[in-house]
Every structure is written in C-alpha cells, then in structure tokens.
C-alpha cells in the first residue's frame, strides 16, 4: 500500500476534545447569545422609570427551580418574565402548574408580537412601570377610630402590585368566558403598556388606588 500511514487517535486524545458535561456555560458569548424562550433578545431592554429599574431584573432564564425562594428580597434578582409566570400560578386552580404558565406567558408573547411588531419582553417591562401605582393608603387608629393615610409606594412592592393586577386581569377575564388565557395576558400587556385606562384592567387598579390616596392626604 502506497502512501503514508496516518495513526488513529488515542482514547486519551478523543477525550481530551470532548466538553466536559459539566462544566459551566460561563463564557461572556453563551451569555450575550442566550434568548428568553429561545427567540426573544433582552440585552437592549429599556427603562422609563429609574425607581423600579433596580427591581425589575430581565434574564434569558424563565424557570430557577425556586433557588431564591427561602431568601429575603431576592425575588427582584429573578426574571420579571418568572415573576409574572409565579403570580398566575397564584390561584387555586393553577397552583404547581410552572409549566402550563410559562406555556400562557410564551403564547402571549407571540401574540404581543404579532400585533405590535415589539419585543415582548419591552411590552412587559413597560406594562409593569406603567401599572405600578405611586401611592396607597394605609389604616392608622387614633383613639379607636380607623383613618386613613396616604404614603408612597416602595419600589419593590410598586413591581409586586403592578404584577398583581395584571394576573388579576387574566383571571377576570379567562373566568367564564371562552377566552384563552394567553389572549387575554396579550390584551392586559398592550393595554397597559399604551397606559389604556379603559382598556386595561391593571392601569384601572392603578388610577383608582391612587385616586383613594389623594382623597386621603
């Protein structure tokens, strides 16, 4: 046989090329390549409201397997996309249904972006400053008589409530209608983030708890 004979590679060779299984994807391109969903950017995410922007953490990553459950105030280190999947797990119906959730909050985006043409994920954060009322009113007793008091809102519950109303929207309007859930997140996410008083359930919520606070100053 002509030619030159080319060795086989060694075992010890073949598994030094291999990737280690279980070393971290740690570079910074994993990182920046990552998308929510496998579609959605949220690299260039931007932030009208400076006060809930430290609260508001947007990460390719939509399911942590409860890692910062037992943690205080590490919820706003989750993604506000995992936070809005926990609160529509929040009913009796939907409760430990993660998946059937994150299912919802997928479709809803594809439909968000079919009908605006944006990032959804831009439409979510916007929603959420928009919806995240200012003030509320707390009960102070003087003497046995309950008065009310208006105080500013904490940026981190500011984030909680605004979450709040919009998955109480969904469940207002999922509840005895045929409308599927993910259409209704859809409806909620582009009313709010157009700050629709009419329109959205959330932005209502919120003009009418700020409306009761200054009533109360």
Do not use: C
Request: no cysteine; charged share 30%.
């Amino acid at each position: 046989m002509s030619g030159e004979e080319t060795e086989a590679p060694s075992e010890e060779d073949v598994a030094a090329d291999e990737p280690d299984p279980d070393a971290p994807a740690s570079s910074e391109a994993a990182n920046e390549n990552a998308k929510l969903f496998g579609v959605w950017d949220v690299t260039e995410i931007a932030y009208e409201d400076p006060s809930t922007k430290r609260y508001m953490t947007v990460t390719p990553i939509a399911h942590t397997m409860g890692r910062h459950a037992s943690k205080q105030f590490k919820k706003s280190e989750i993604s506000l996309v995992e936070r809005l999947i926990n609160r529509l797990m929040q009913t009796d119906e939907n409760t430990g249904k993660k998946q059937q959730a994150t299912r919802i909050v997928r479709d809803a985006f594809d439909i968000v972006h079919e009908r605006t043409e944006e990032n959804p994920v831009q439409v979510l954060v916007t929603a959420v400053e928009n919806a995240a009322p200012r003030e509320e009113t707390v009960r102070l007793k003087y003497g046995g008589i309950s008065v009310p008091k208006a105080v500013d809102v904490a940026p981190q519950r500011r984030v909680d409530q605004a979450l709040l109303f919009i998955s109480d929207a969904v469940a207002s309007a999922t509840y005895k209608s045929t409308t599927a859930a993910a259409e209704a997140l859809a409806n909620e996410l582009v009313a709010a983030a157009d700050y629709d008083v009419e329109g959205s359930y959330s932005i209502s919520q919120k003009e009418e708890r700020e409306r009761v606070a200054a009533a109360a100053r």
